[in-house]
C-alpha cells in the first residue's frame, strides 16, 4: 500500500549524530530535496534527511529501519551511541489538519505535509539535546558562580572556563546556522496553505519558547564563563605583579649587600 493511501502511520525521528552528509545521495534518487526525501521500501515507507543529523521515517517497519540506518552511518559526523528519538501518530481522512493528544489529523497524506512534520519532529529533537547539554553546563558551572559569591575566589582555570564559552557557542551555531530552528521550513514557500499544520507542529513542541529559554540559558552560561575567566586572569595577574614586586625587591637587596661589601674594604 502506498504511503498516501494509509490512514493511519507512524512518525519516528531519530537525531543519530552532529551531522549527516547528504551530498553522496542522487537527486534522480530522491522524492524531493528541499528537505531531502526518500522511498525506504516497497511498501512506500518514506524518510526524511536533516543535515544536522536528523532522520524521520514515515510507515516505515522495525526491521526496514535497522537496514536503512545501516546506510547512514557512513555519512555521520560523531555518530551518538544513544540517540534522540521522538515519535507521533500520524491519522488521515480526518475533517480537520491539526495536532490533538500529542497525535497528528491530517484530511489526506501528503509528501509536503510529512516534510512538514518532519521538520517539526527534527528541531524538536535538536532543541531536546541542547536543553539536556545546557543543564549539565549550569549544573558545572553553579558551583563555582557561588565560590566566587562566598570566598570572592574562584578555583578553575581560564582554560577550562573560555572551553565552557566555546561550548555554548558552538550549541548556538548549530541551532542558529545547521537547524535553523527560529526559521519556518522551505516547504512553505511553495505550500503556504501548510501555515496552519506547521503552527500546530510548533505549538505542540513550544518550539519558540524553548528556543528563547535555551538561548537565555546559553547567553547566562557564557556570560558567567567570561566573568569567571577574567577574575581568574586578574587573579593571575596580581600574581604576577607580587612577582615582579618580588624580583625588584631582591634585587635592592643584593645591590644594598654589594654597596656594603665595597665600603667595608
Not at 522495525?62 to 501518530?89: G, H, R, V
Amino acid at each position: 500500500m502506498l504511503l498516501t493511501e494509509q490512514k493511519d502511520l507512524k512518525a519516528r525521528a531519530l537525531l543519530l549524530g552532529d551531522r549527516l552528509d547528504l551530498r553522496l545521495f542522487k537527486l534522480a534518487d530522491c522524492l524531493a530535496t528541499t528537505p531531502l526525501t526518500l522511498q525506504v521500501n516497497a511498501e512506500g515507507g518514506v524518510a526524511v534527511l536533516f543535515r544536522y543529523g536528523v532522520a524521520v521515517l514515515f510507515g516505515v517497519s522495525a526491521q526496514d529501519e535497522i537496514s536503512f540506518l545501516d546506510t547512514l552511518k557512513p555519512l555521520l559526523t560523531n555518530p551518538y551511541q544513544t540517540p534522540e528519538i521522538e515519535e507521533m501518530d500520524i491519522h488521515a481522512g480526518r475533517s480537520s489538519i491539526g495536532v490533538q493528544s500529542g497525535a497528528v489529523s491530517l484530511d489526506v497524506v501528503s509528501l509536503e505535509k510529512l516534510q512538514v512534520i518532519a521538520d517539526a519532529l527534527s528541531k524538536n529533537l535538536v532543541l531536546t539535546l541542547y536543553e539536556k547539554k545546557v543543564a549539565g553546563e549550569f549544573d558545572k558551572i553553579e558551583p563555582l558562580a557561588q565560590e566566587l559569591a562566598t570566598h570572592g575566589r574562584v578555583s578553575a582555570d581560564t582554560k577550562k572556563l573560555l572551553s565552557k564559552i566555546g561550548s555554548m557557542l558552538l550549541i548556538e551555531h548549530r541551532m542558529v546556522g545547521r537547524a535553523e530552528i527560529g526559521d519556518k521550513p522551505e516547504t512553505l514557500w511553495d505550500n503556504p496553505h501548510l501555515e496552519g499544520l506547521y503552527a500546530s507542529m510548533e505549538d505542540e513542541f513550544e518550539l519558540k519558547e524553548r528556543q528563547s529559554a535555551l538561548d537565555r540559558k546559553l547567553g547566562l552560561i557564557s556570560d558567567t564563563a567570561q566573568t569567571l575567566a577574567d577574575v581568574w586572569d586578574n587573579k593571575q595577574l596580581h600574581k604576577l605583579e607580587w612577582y615582579v614586586i618580588g624580583l625588584i625587591l631582591f634585587e635592592i637587596v643584593i645591590s644594598l649587600i654589594e654597596m656594603a661589601d665595597k665600603h667595608l674594604l
